[in-house]
């Protein structure tokens, strides 16, 4: 019998491999996997004739080969199968990227179904990786709404859609409510089982709406709820004291440079805060490169000196190896032991520094969220800092306010409006770093279409040739089952072909080894590589100082915050930096982003922005796998469905406080499973 606490183990079509494939999505259930929510969908409902297929439209054609299959190999090492079909109206191109399966799919006496984005290369249509049905097999890829999952290296869009189809089709339960029925009546819900179900398997995009609304008021009601129990279970705990507060000017001066203005009001906020035995619960804001990083070290510092422990968690390993390389540089030498968790150690690495950690002698304690959030035990522990680096949702702030007996402390670079943090945080602190480290040059931003592209690759060329390096950033190609390794392998393809030939390019995506990545970013920050290619899903988290170009590639699918953030990458030394936005569509919406763009540096004007067009769902990450967003602007939507949360919230809890009542069970569970990596508000 499948329920949802059923092991998706068991769940037909998945075996053991696919099954610890998912586990690394966080996905351990089937109630995990019905829960792991769509990005976006595709609508593979239009079937199109070839002439009438336009430039950037994502449609299907019907169409038979008019050629031979052409299958070589690129430069870049890709396997690349090319051919053209024809449907009686037009040609199109198409080519694919390391998809063996397309060669003994594809046979000249049979018609196929392709479905893709169409892009053009020179006069003819064309379709890279587009998904590939015969029409004889009549199967359940075409012709309907496709929802597009949250990808791993490994799992397929294919994979998690059998894995949920799956799931809807033998469970034996409804989906078990978590919003009380009283609230989901006075609020005009729909059962989450509804919900679920409409979300994975949408007939029509009309149904889609309330199935949404239901799904974004369960999350911001747990989020709500969370916070407001945590705050109510905050009030009698304690926190150790660190009283020596003046030692962080003695830090300050060991430091080779001064710190800003802002630094030391944020600092002395914090110092503040940490005097009193009421746990610190504060936010510090600031821009990429206002120099969050020594603010934490401050104050670890302060701690270290009384002799306490902290830790500095990342979300990546990328961000957290590099912030122990800083934190061990700035400590080791005023006798202050470091410590590193990471997930890629070797073990005799990892029980070595564990050792450091539980006897007590390393008092920075450096790793990612997940490592030091498990089974290690800190003796001492007075504060606990995550750089969130935007990667973070609000949640994992409930989770880390959890506990409450120490001083916590959240750095983010995405500054949360004011509109929002006053409903989500109400009795959070909030520290501003509003000042860059002087000398800094604000980075030129241009936003430019195909016909300024050759300007572009010059201007760049010349940059490489002065001994400057760049970035080349591609988004995932999300029609089809490709993920980032091909789009970038892909897009490197084609620099190396065009105006970037003989030039040390090098690729970095998630299907690499971290020793590899870890080779790549060496090899970039030496110098020695004159570019890089990467999409987002790898964090270019990399302080690379001589680099002053961004070249970022279909920038209309890019999120404002997210611009910003890769953005930051360059503007790091003391060579003028430029970001160079690629533009192919030229929507009103994209206009207006690349327009902010190019207007403003101002992180805190761009998230405003930012909230605006995408609503606070999407812009809090309020959930690991995502709310599906299928609306951009539609935020006055969204903060009405999140004060509507924070109402039923303290509605809930006045009623009852514990969360004790059969109909808040669930409720309650939820909640404690989103923190129990911590330990319970509630027990
Ligand atoms: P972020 O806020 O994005 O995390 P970092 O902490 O990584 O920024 O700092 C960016 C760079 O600026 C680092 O190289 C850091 O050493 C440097 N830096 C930080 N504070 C100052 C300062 N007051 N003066 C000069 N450089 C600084
Ligand atoms: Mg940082």
């Known amino acids: 019998m499948i329920t949802q606490t059923t092991d998706i183990r068991y769940l037909k079509g998945i075996g053991e491999k696919r099954a610890e494939l998912f586990n690394k999505l966080g996905v351990f259930s089937v109630g995990d996997l019905l829960r792991c929510l769509p990005r976006g969908y595709e609508d593979r409902t239009d079937i199109r004739d070839i002439c009438d297929a ?212 944020v600092i002395n906020e914090i110092a503040a805060d940490i005097r009193r035995s009421t746990p610190m619960n504060r936010l510090v804001q600031g821009d990429v490169g206002s120099g969050k990083t020594i603010v934490a070290a401050a104050v670890m510092y302060a701690a270290a000196q009384e002799g306490y422990a902290s830790v500095l968690m990342a979300p990546t390993e990328v961000l957290a190896s590099q912030h122990f390389g800083n934190m061990k540089k700035l400590f080791e030498p005023l006798g202050i032991k470091t410590a590193y968790l990471a997930g890629s150690q070797k073990a005799a690495e990892r029980s070595e520094n564990i050792r450091l950690i539980e006897s007590g002698e390393a008092r920075v304690v450096v790793g990612t969220h997940a490592l030091i959030c498990g089974s290690v035990n800190i003796p001492r522990l007075a504060l606990a800092i995550t750089d969130e680096q935007h990667r973070f949702g609000v949640r994992q702030r409930t989770r880390l306010s959890g506990d409450g007996r120490v001083h916590t402390l959240v750095m983010t670079a995405t500054p949360i409006p004011r509109t929002l943090s006053l409903i989500l945080y109400g009795d959070l602190d909030i520290s501003v770093i509003d000042e860059l480290p002087p000398g800094r040059q604000p980075i030129s931003t241009i936003a430019i279409g195909e016909g300024m592209r050759k300007k572009a690759e010059q201007f760049v060329l010349k940059k490489l040739d002065e001994g400057r390096q760049a970035y080349f950033i591609c988004p995932l190609v999300e029609e089809s089952e490709v993920i980032d390794a091909n789009a970038v392998e892909v897009y490197l393809d084609e620099l190396k072909r065009g105006a970037y030939k003989n030039r040390r390019i090098a690729a970095l995506h998630g299907k690499m080894k971290p020793s590899e990545k870890e080779q790549i970013m060496r090899e970039f920050s030496e110098g020695r590589l004159e570019a890089i290619v990467a999409t987002t899903v790898v964090e270019v988290g990399v302080d690379v100082p001589n680099a002053t170009v961004m070249v970022i590639e279909n920038a209309e699918r890019f999120g404002l915050s997210q611009l910003h953030q890769l953005r930051g990458r360059v503007g790091r030394g003391s060579h003028k930096s430029y970001c160079i936005l690629i533009c192919k569509t030229h929507g009103e919406a994209a206009t207006e982003r690349m327009k902010i763009m190019c207007e403003t540096n101002d992180g805190f004007k761009i998230s405003e922005k930012d909230l605006e067009i995408r609503g606070p769902g999407e812009f809090l990450g309020t959930r690991q796998h995502g709310l599906p967003s299928m609306k951009a602007g539609n935020l006055k939507y969204d903060m009405q469905i999140l004060r509507e949360a924070h109402e039923a919230a303290f509605e809930i809890l006045k009623n009852d406080p514990e969360l004790a009542l059969e109909e808040n069970k669930n409720l309650r569970l939820r909640i404690n499973d989103d923190i129990d990596s911590i330990g319970g508000v509630l027990n």
């Open 54 to 265: 336009e430039e950037g439209e994502s449609v299907c054609v019907r169409a038979s080969l008019a050629s031979g299959i052409r299958s070589f190999r690129a430069r870049t090492g890709a396997r690349v199968i090319q051919a053209r079909a024809s449907d009686g109206t037009g040609i199109i191109n198409l080519t694919w990227f390391n998809a063996p399966y397309v060669e003994k799919t594809l046979r000249s006496d049979e018609s196929f179904t392709f479905f893709g984005r169409i892009t053009k290369r020179g006069v003819l249509p064309e379709m890279i990786n587009p998904v590939i049905e015969p029409s004889s097999a009549a199967g359940d890829k075409m012709g309907k709404i496709v929802p597009i999952y949250p990808c791993t290296a490994g799992l397929t869009q294919h994979n998690i859609r059998a894995a949920v189809k799956s799931a809807l089709n033998s469970l034996e339960e409804p989906v078990s409510e978590i919003i009380p029925e009283k609230i989901r009546e006075e609020y005009g819900l729909i059962p989450t089982d509804t919900a679920i179900r409409i979300i994975h398997e949408p007939q029509s995009f009309d149904d889609f709406e309330n199935a949404r609304r239901t799904l974004a008021f369960e999350e911001f009601l747990v989020l709500q709820t969370g916070v407001a129990a945590a705050k109510q279970g905050r009030g009698d705990r304690t926190a150790p004291i660190i009283s020596n507060v003046k030692c962080i000017a003695e830090f300050a001066e060991s430091l080779p440079f001064k710190l800003t203005n802002a630094q030391k009001r």
